[in-house]
């Protein structure tokens, strides 16, 4: 009996042995130099210093072992293994092949088809500095004559920015979206994570829905960085009118907007609005993000912007994030802003509940700014040109 016991435990023992070297060689093969493994990143450790250096896209060609955050999951991952092991008898074998199986598919959660399709579309739409501008769009948004219509037309109507839809990514949030996307823009791409909710119909502000949609946009923003690429996130219900560019420090790792601006566009007292959100590719901006992600289990029930307002302090103060806040005299919004089409480069439809009042209100201002550049210098120049208010949410 004891013989029994003894040649089963050998056998065990060699059917993880090897299970364990098969399932390394899987990882360290299957894991490119681009980093497939998202959810968890190397930055996030505490190990690293925080730099600005470019997060620079991996060449397979030149690059082929897996990289060094990869190996040390791996070998995280096989030394609870082998702890686990350890304490296994015959009868808890296959318990513990079933544990190593889900903990094995956990660890990465993207597939390699969905990255290189971003990466495919990221590399369509950079321009030379590999800066992308994004926006996201569902069914109801995405419609004819809705907020996707009214924001690419803003792109043609306004003074010398007609080029920057080239360099446009769309992100649809489920396939009604894609489809209507690609019958009016080049570059769309379907947000992996959104077949798992219904994100086609207009959300409740605040609902369960609206949180978990603009979370995964902060997921997939830190995923482009991760990928060597700066950003200009603008949410689909933003009318541009100039260059906003023109208004960004160099300087900065983030450029935010406002919903209300204090003076000092480097103050955290501001109050930032995600809206429209510039990022420069480096690995301490990475970490920012994972910071942000992680802080939305201390803050239940808020969204992104709620929770980086919460922890922008913090970033500025331990992580030496510049943050730029953007001066709505320039960038506006519907919750604070000039009534001057001389001093605007964007305005947002915050501060807006609905969709029929965003697009109401961002209809007509859209046709006051056609109005506006009819005009001469000498018009212009006679002091603020203001539009009709109020609105149903602009005042």
């Known amino acids: 009996m004891?013989?029994?016991?003894?040649?089963?435990?050998?056998?065990?023992?060699f059917i993880l042995g090897a299970s364990a070297a098969a399932v390394l060689i899987f990882f360290l093969t299957s894991a490119s130099s681009g980093a497939r493994f998202t959810e968890i990143s190397s930055w996030a450790n505490g190990t690293t210093a925080f730099d600005d250096h470019p997060v620079q896209e991996a060449n397979p060609a030149t690059e082929p072992a897996a990289p060094a955050h990869t190996e040390a999951k791996v070998l995280n991952f096989f030394f609870l293994f082998s702890k686990a092991a350890t304490f296994v008898d015959s009868t808890g074998f296959w318990?513990?092949?079933?544990?190593?199986?889900?903990?094995?598919?956990?660890?990465?959660?993207?597939?390699?088809?969905?990255?290189?399709?971003?990466?495919?579309?990221?590399?369509?739409?950079?321009?030379?500095?590999?800066?992308?501008?994004?926006?996201?769009?569902?069914?109801?948004?995405?419609?004819?004559?809705?907020?996707?219509?009214?924001?690419?037309?803003?792109?043609?109507?306004?003074?010398?920015?007609?080029?920057?839809a080239s360099h446009l990514l769309v992100v649809a949030l489920d396939a009604g979206a894609l489809e209507r996307c690609r019958a009016v823009h080049p570059h769309c791409y379907l947000l992996p994570s959104a077949a798992a909710r219904n994100l086609s119909d207009e959300k409740v502000y605040m609902s369960q829905d609206y949180l978990d949609l603009v979370w995964s946009k902060v997921r997939l923003q830190q995923r482009i960085l991760e990928l060597g690429y700066n950003f200009l996130f603008t949410d689909v219900d933003i009318l541009w009118f100039r260059n906003p560019f023109e208004r960004m420090s160099v300087a900065a790792h983030m450029v935010t907007s406002s919903d209300f601006f204090f003076g000092d566009p480097y103050s955290p007292m501001n109050l930032p609005n995600t809206g429209f959100l510039y990022v420069k590719s480096s690995k301490r901006t990475v970490g920012a993000f994972e910071?942000?992600?992680?802080?939305?289990?201390?803050?239940?029930?808020?969204?992104?912007?709620?929770?980086?307002?919460?922890?922008?302090?913090?970033?500025?103060?331990?992580?030496?994030?510049?943050?730029?806040?953007l001066d709505t005299e320039h960038n506006a919004g519907f919750c604070n802003n000039t009534r001057d089409f001389n001093t605007l480069y964007t305005m947002h439809a915050n501060c807006c509940v609905g969709l029929g009042a965003k697009l109401n209100d961002l209809g007509n201002l859209l046709q006051e700014w056609r109005a506006y550049r009819q005009m001469d210098d000498e018009e212009r120049s006679r002091g603020p040109v203001r539009w009709k208010v109020p609105g149903i949410c602009i005042h």
């Open 2 to 13: 004891g013989s029994q016991q003894n040649a089963l435990h050998q056998l065990v023992s």
């Open 95 to 164: 318990q513990l092949i079933g544990f190593y199986f889900v903990l094995g598919s956990s660890i990465q959660l993207g597939s390699p088809e969905q990255d290189e399709e971003l990466e495919r579309l990221l590399r369509a739409v950079a321009d030379e500095d590999r800066t992308v501008i994004m926006t996201s769009v569902n069914e109801a948004w995405a419609a004819e004559d809705s907020l996707l219509d009214l924001f690419l037309e803003s792109f043609r109507t306004g003074e010398k920015i007609s080029h920057f």
């Open 291 to 325: 910071a942000w992600r992680a802080a939305r289990e201390a803050y239940p029930g808020k969204h992104e912007q709620q929770v980086l307002n919460e922890i922008k302090h913090e970033l500025v103060a331990t992580r030496g994030l510049r943050i730029q806040f």
